[in-house]
């Protein structure tokens, strides 16, 4: 077991769909000689790649879900997060990026930086995750490394500095420059595992030094003894430039640029040199946690293996040989056998089986160290629990959780389906926290919901596959709200007298908007009008209240109830009495308190030629979206806009036709905002109308 | 909406900005990191107050940087005076701004108009007050200006620019404008420098409407917020 922290490497990689980071993915583990065999995402030969362990991206050719898998090279420890590429699935991502020290940012050659790799970008700017990016698919037709590098510094804006020049483009590619060490770098064999060093090209090697000399100039940044080198005419040393390279991406104020083609086997063993030279290790980067037992104050983990252990779940699995929780150890050591708590439930469980995940294999371990990524067997828990030793009681700062914006209604065709579908559902919402499922009910019916269409026909598509479970799939539904915009008072009697003991209870008081939070309860009752025993009996009633709101049975949020009198009487009022009454009161302060509908609005970007800029703003303002700015670079555009949820369902098809496939759009969940008044009258009377139908 | 209140309350009332008919060209100098996309974005900030839809046209910067600093310099004014509503505001704010990006090479008279009108014919957004920070005055001739001067007058808009000075450049127009701008301070009606002083950043205007002025403007930019006081 290796113990030296500074040479452990967690990363992830992440990417627009198709930019290649599967392929790439196989091409390390083939090269650290984790697998054997080289499998196409697409082969022909069935197999598929190893990190898509799903069916179902096999044959969609994405990854979908994050698998952690473990490799070494050259003496370093790399466990690599594979990230999925749609914005739909973005808690995937974010839940990723959290337990990463460094990632590669894979960009295609061709496309360049698309808008996914906008949003991945700001996630791990968000994340503060250095990065390495990697321009892959230098083989095919179109390939520019040098505009892409460019875009990198104008859509991202990050200080994006070659660290390699291509040896011929396109299908004349041979190999690359490598410009710190300023040699060639050809990769020979069958799948390019013999990297042999030669003398730069004597027809690229004008171009090299003036490459080398741009890279330097950013580089020498962040370092004096570089810096000075470089005054005085001298010639670095390598080990110079690459510290300053690592010290300028840790900062997070360099992205270093390396360029190959993972498929035609060249650049990755170059890539892997640079994860180890440049990416952080564990102890490079500085993580916190909340103590619980001080009103969750702000901790730095150590990182240190002889402190207790803190670490976490980030990812559950359910794979073939039963239920596996990949876990991020922060600090202390986790050994079979141990006893660890769960600080969320307080649970205690002991450590069963430990193993090293290299995508559905796994290699059995005795212990895992600080720093490093493993999977445990039969474990309880929910993703996103933190496990601690039994003296420490602290929880790895809450991840942010986006809430659902979209439902829908399912149905299973048969008994069978039945079973299986909830088996299904069980597991889906342990694994992934914005994937919700209710029984609605008044409807009888089984509702999922989640961050967007494509997040739903996701895990459609894997009840068929994995469960088998056939579900009837009912029409896409936004996740409207309720809430109130002005002060109202109430004062309600609940009585009831028919026969042996009666109800009786009286509530007064006002609801109030809330600004931040969905529901806060104040009791400010003085003089015991209302039985201390039946304050909560109150609270009870108002928290029911919340669940259907009256304009369109959406759940409502942001509201404060304060109660100051009601009165009781010594034999009828009861528990459900209060309950009953504080019901009434909500209904009738909830009427006078200005109710309105607030619906998802989402952050869209649309990116395409600027030929269309002009339709693309149209299309989004026909849609009550609010255009937040263009991006306008030659004959690119991006719009970004905000835009109703419900106004986007088939807006994909509405691009497609309006640009000729030109344009492409992402989006994700940005906020709740108010519904105007004309589409508000609409819900209402679509929701009388279904309570009629009913 | 009624945020004229709250406009006019606005230090920068002392210029005569804002006014109907107001469809000069407006001009903010000051050497790098002084704060002239600070003051840019009050201006803008101030026209949306005022009732206007403001276009802020931002070369060689992101749209998420931009927009940054309108939400840092809202919260300012949040913050200084008690609004009973600020979603409201930050909604009304949102809807009557839009953040256009150029690179640099790719910004002309002709891109631009043609741009906004795209907005106006489809009846998406029809501004009243153009801003255009990180325009380029060295790399730009006269013709240009008088370019953009003329597309203002047909379109009836205001227009606000910013140009960044350099401190070893001792050219000056008779006004007291200085380089780049020495040579086009004529069409401007108004012009703002930006000049830091012992722990002050003053803002000294040179031109207000067409007068030049020979007395203090009494305007300070507090150098820790970037908001705009009297002195």
């Known amino acids: ?694 | 909406m009624g945020y004229e209140q709250l406009a006019n309350k606005n230090p920068l009332r002392i210029l005569k900005i804002g006014k109907e008919g107001a469809n000069e060209l407006g001009l903010i100098m000051a050497r790098a990191g002084l704060g002239k996309t600070a003051l840019l974005v009050q201006i803008a900030l101030d026209a949306i107050l005022l009732g206007n839809r403001v276009i802020h046209v931002s070369i060689g910067q992101s749209i998420e940087k931009t927009r940054t600093w309108y939400d840092d310099i809202l919260r300012h004014i949040l913050q200084a005076h008690s609004i009973t509503r600020p979603h409201e505001l930050i909604d009304m704010v949102q809807r009557h701004r839009m953040i256009m990006t150029f690179k640099e090479a790719s910004f002309n008279r002709a891109r631009l108009e043609e741009r906004l009108n795209d907005l106006i014919m489809q009846d998406i957004f029809k501004p009243n007050c153009l801003v255009i920070d990180g325009f380029d005055f060295e790399g730009t001739d006269r013709a240009a200006i008088e370019n953009i001067k003329e597309m203002a007058e047909t379109m009836s808009l205001q227009v606000w620019f910013s140009a960044t000075c350099h401190r070893e450049d001792k050219r000056f127009s008779s006004a007291g404008v200085p380089a780049p701008c020495h040579e086009v301070d004529d069409l401007f009606g108004t012009v703002i420098v930006i000049k830091p002083e012992e722990n002050k950043i003053r803002l000294n205007l040179i031109k207000n409407r067409g007068e030049v002025q020979t007395t203090d403007a009494g305007l300070d930019l507090d150098p820790t917020t970037m908001m705009i006081k009297k002195s």
């Not at chain 1, 990417?15 to 080289?38: C, M, N, P, V, W």
């Not at chain 1, 496309?111 to 996914?116: A, L, N």
């Not at chain 1, 445990?376 to 986006?402: E, K, Q, R, W, Y």
């Not at chain 1, 992934?432 to 026909?457: A, C, Q, R, Y």
């Open chain 1, 1 to 694: 077991m290796k113990k030296d922290l500074q040479k452990v490497r967690n990363i992830g990689i992440s990417a627009h769909i198709d930019s290649g980071k599967t392929t790439l993915t196989e091409r390390i583990l083939f090269y650290t000689q984790r697998i054997h065999a080289i499998h196409e995402v697409r082969g022909k030969d069935g197999v598929g790649a190893t990190m898509d362990s799903m069916e179902l991206e096999k044959e969609r050719g994405i990854t979908i879900q994050s698998a952690a898998t473990y490799c070494s090279w050259k003496d370093f420890d790399i466990n690599i997060i594979d990230t999925p590429g749609h914005v739909d699935f973005t808690i995937e991502v974010e839940r990723a990026l959290r337990v990463l020290d460094g990632a590669v940012l894979i960009l295609c050659s061709v496309g360049g930086v698309q808008s996914q790799s906008i949003t991945v970008n700001r996630q791990m700017t968000r994340y503060k995750v250095p990065r390495i990016a990697f321009i892959n698919k230098c083989d095919r037709t179109g390939a520019n490394p040098n505009r892409v590098t460019q875009q990198l510094r104008d859509k991202l804006g990050l200080n994006a500095v070659m660290l390699q020049l291509p040896i011929g483009l396109e299908s004349d590619m041979e190999g690359l420059i490598d410009l710190v060490t300023m040699k060639a770098v050809y990769f020979d064999g069958d799948q390019g595992e013999k990297v042999r060093y030669e003398e730069i090209p004597e027809h690229l090697r004008a171009d090299a030094e003036a490459k080398r000399e741009e890279m330097l100039d950013a580089v020498s940044m962040f370092s004096d003894e570089l810096m000075e080198v470089i005054l005085e005419e001298g010639t670095p040393s390598v080990e110079t430039i690459n510290a300053a390279i690592r010290r300028g991406t840790l900062s997070l104020q360099l992205t270093p640029v390396m360029i190959g083609s993972a498929y035609k086997n060249k650049g990755v063993q170059k890539l892997l040199d640079a994860v180890n030279a440049y990416l952080p290790s564990p102890t490079d980067v500085e993580n916190t946690a909340l103590d619980l037992d001080k009103g969750e104050a702000e901790i730095v983990v150590t990182n240190n293996p002889a402190d207790s252990l803190i670490a976490l779940a980030f990812k559950l699995e359910e794979g073939r040989y039963g239920q596996l929780t990949y876990v991020r150890t922060y600090q202390g050591e986790i050994k079979k056998g141990d006893t660890i708590v769960n600080s969320r439930t307080g649970k205690k469980v002991k450590v069963g089986r430990l193993v090293r995940m290299h995508a559905d294999q796994m290699e059995e371990i005795e212990e895992a160290g600080s720093g490093d990524i493993i999977a445990l067997f039969g474990i309880d828990c929910a993703s996103g629990d933190t496990f601690c030793a039994d003296s420490i009681n602290v929880s790895m700062s809450s991840m942010h959780v986006p809430v659902p914006v979209i439902s829908l209604a399912i149905k299973p065709v048969d008994n069978k389906a039945q079973v299986n579908m909830s088996k299904a559902l069980n597991r889906f919402s342990k694994e992934d926290p914005t994937f919700k499922t209710f029984v609605d009910h008044e409807t009888n019916e089984t509702i999922i919901s989640g961050m967007g269409e494509l997040h739903l026909d996701v895990y459609i598509e894997r009840m068929k596959r994995e469960y088998k479970a056939e579900v009837e799939v009912g029409a896409p539904r936004v996740a409207f709200r309720e809430t109130i915009t002005q002060r109202a008072d109430f004062n309600y009697t609940h009585k009831k007298q028919t026969g042996g003991s009666g109800q009786f209870g009286r509530v007064a008081g006002y609801l109030e908007p809330l600004e931040e939070g969905e529901y806060e309860f104040v009791d400010a009752i003085v003089g015991g009008s209302i039985p201390r025993e039946f304050i909560s009996s109150c609270d009870k009633g108002f928290q029911k209240s919340l669940d259907k709101g009256k304009l369109t049975g959406s759940p409502i949020t942001g509201v404060r109830v304060v109660i100051n009198d009601g009165s009781s009487h010594a034999v009828d009022s009861s528990d459900i009495a209060f309950q009953l009454a504080a019901i009434g009161g909500f209904k009738e302060g909830f009427s006078k308190a200005g109710p309105v509908i607030m619906e998802p609005i989402m952050k869209v970007a649309v990116e395409g030629p600027s030929e269309f800029q002009g339709a693309v703003m149209g299309s989004i303002n026909q849609r009550r979206g609010i255009i937040v700015g263009t991006f306008e670079e030659g004959n690119y555009t991006v719009v970004e806009a905000e835009v109703p949820l419900s106004e986007m369902f088939g807006y994909s098809t509405v691009l497609r036709s309006l640009t000729q496939g030109k344009a492409e759009f992402t989006m994700e969940f940005s906020t709740y905002k108010q519904v105007p008044r004309s589409v508000s009258e609409e819900l209402m009377k679509a929701y009388e109308q279904e309570k009629k139908n009913k």
